[in-house]
């Protein structure tokens, strides 16, 4: 079983920064690909970026390629993500997903999921 908590999120100007933070429990989060997704009102949850095991794979959306980069701390059982040149249209709901297998994560079929952190980008 592996519990995880997202923090780091909050209201920020366009242009601006934030880091995201998931911090996981249990003894195996080394052995999982992580992956970030955001919920805006009224629209479905989407992709946003994806970090193998290692490290050594991610992927990101379109939308925030150049722009959001995932990473992770293993000794710490946390991942990040961090965003820059942030946009209006970035505002969601930002969740963390674990799962054993890349692909299903990316998907956003994970095994396990963050309760989610507000992000909010004003004009």
């Known amino acids: 079983q592996v519990q995880l908590v997202e923090s780091g999120g909050g209201l920020v100007q366009a242009g601006g920064s934030l880091r995201l933070s998931c911090a996981a429990s249990g003894r195996t989060f080394s052995l999982y690909t992580m992956g970030w997704f955001r919920q805006a009102p009224g629209k479905e949850r989407e992709f946003v970026a994806a970090i193998s095991w290692s490290g050594g794979s991610t992927d990101y959306a379109d939308s925030v390629k150049g722009r959001f980069t995932i990473s992770r701390d293993n000794a710490r059982n946390t991942v990040y993500l961090q965003m820059n040149s942030l946009k209006p249209e970035d505002t969601a709901v930002y969740y963390c997903?674990?799962?054993?297998?890349?692909?299903?994560?990316?998907?956003?079929?994970?095994?396990?999921w963050g309760q989610g952190t507000q992000v909010t980008v004003s004009s």
């Open positions: 997903a674990a799962g054993r297998v890349y692909s299903t994560v990316v998907a956003g079929t994970g095994d396990y």
